[in-house]
């Protein structure tokens, strides 16, 4: 079994392999040296997977990478494969987020609050208007670290159906494929807002979603963390267990739907782990309650963990991973119980990613 770990930082990517069960692994990179990166992706539903990579230039501007043999070698289009249209006067900033549909989609999440998408398995990539369009998208501002769709969450078994969330704007779901939108933030609150509970406007951070019950959300908010039933038409808080209810990502188990993950951080004007303490928490029924998993992992712990800087593979048992803004990233092939490092001293990573091929 071969599990790669795809790395996005601040200055490159850099791909973890490990031929061993997860036990130990070697480290390559930087891969596009000195670019930002925001996202990246494997898409498994082809004969191999293609690793997707979002990158940032200062000289050059935003871009897309991909791979098709696991980062030995890379293409890039000789055309910008996504560009807003020239009647929005809008310029991409950088992409945040790949996400994958029906047999040949892709979705890509963007700065500014955007989603396009692709039907050609990611070399050209059409504007969602819809969504573009929505009367509230002049409403919708900007989070510290800018104004993104991060997530997008196809519905498994209906291709009409997706679900974003941006920051700031709140959760949006189509049921018609995208040619319209609806908020969907009933009970999320919206931190220092004069309406606590406004139809849109949240500052959501993250959302996560399980194939296999997917009417159920987790939602981390800034400041508040989130179930939802309903296909995400209401949300009710599962912050109680937590040591706080601000921090970045959330991720669900590929195979249990009742588990998930979330690194708690202190508050959004002190963005550090609860008492210097490296922790993932992990809840395995839904949010009712949680267990911090520290085994292996350091203290006096005094950085982050943002939004894609966490994630699962799909093995038995599954494996989890989180990168720091210290450049650390950690692995656990026992689903949090233990951890060990991979590698240390990489720039600020931005997200992580991993296959099992």
Known sequence: MTTVLAIGTKKGLFLATSEDGRVSWSVTGPHHPMNDVYAVAFDTRGATPRLFAGITSEHYGPGLAFSDDLGATWQEPDHAPIAFPADTDTALARVWQFAFGPT?????????????????????????????????????????????????????????????????????????????????????????????????????????QHPDQPERFFLQNHHGVYRSDDGAATWQSIADGLPADFGFPMVAHPHRPDVIYNFPLVADAQRFAPDGRCAVYRSEDAGKSWDAMTSGLPEGFWSGVLRDAMCADDADPAGVYFGTRSGSVFASRDEGEHWQQVVEQLPDVLCVRAVVA
Not at 105 to 128: I, M, Q
Not at 151 to 173: C, F, N
Request: aromatic fraction near 10%; charged fraction near 20%; hydrophobic fraction near 35%.
């Open 104 to 208: 040949g989609v892709v979705y890509a999440g963007v700065e500014p609050s955007a989603v396009f998408r692709s039907v050609d398995g990611g070399e050209t990539f059409e504007l969602v208007r819809g969504l573009w369009d929505h009367p509230h998208r002049p409403e919708w501002g900007a989070g510290f670290g800018g104004q993104a769709v991060h997530t997008i969450l196809p519905h498994p078994t209906d291709e009409a159906r997706v679900t974003v969330a941006m920051s700031t704007g709140g959760v949006y779901a189509t049921r018609d494929g995208g040619d319209s939108w609806e908020p969907r933030n009933v009970g999320i609150q919206a931190y220092r807002n004069p309406d606590p509970y406004p139809e849109f406007g949240q500052c959501v951070h993250k959302v996560a």
